[in-house]
């Protein structure tokens, strides 16, 4: 299984990117499927989420802003952010998880550095 992460990069504050993160290995569609943020020194901060069934919900500290997608013919989730704000820097990374009957299965993608300057 691997979920590889891209997108990130510096972009002032205002601005806009759009993260993507590809899986395979997985029946992508079964999954749910969210974006996680780190920085050093810190815990790492659920961001958005975008159930299979295509329910989505985002942290407070990003609604209006980011948004949370997901093609399933491409096993691509995608997080667009936009109106950025340098305390979004961070580094983010991709989870896809599932539950089949008792037992739960999630895996973790490398992380693409986001950094807002002001």
């Known amino acids: 299984v691997q979920l590889q992460a891209s997108g990130g990069g510096l972009v002032q504050a205002g601005g806009s990117l759009r993260l993507s993160c590809v899986a395979s290995?997985?029946?992508?569609?079964?999954?749910?499927l969210g974006w996680y943020r780190q920085v050093p020194g810190k815990q790492r901060e659920w961001v958005a989420s975008?159930?299979?069934?295509?329910?989505?919900n985002n942290a407070d500290s990003v609604k209006g802003r980011f948004t949370i997608s997901r093609d399933n013919a491409k096993n691509t989730v995608y997080l667009q952010m936009n109106t950025l704000k340098p305390e979004d820097t961070a580094v983010y990374s991709c989870?896809?998880?599932?539950?089949?009957?008792?037992?739960?299965?999630?895996?973790w993608g490398q992380g693409t550095q986001v950094t807002v300057s002001s």
């Open positions: 989870k896809a998880e599932r539950l089949w009957g008792a037992r739960k299965f999630d895996y």
């Open positions: 290995g997985i029946t992508f569609s079964f999954y749910d």
């Open positions: 975008i159930t299979s069934g295509g329910t989505t």
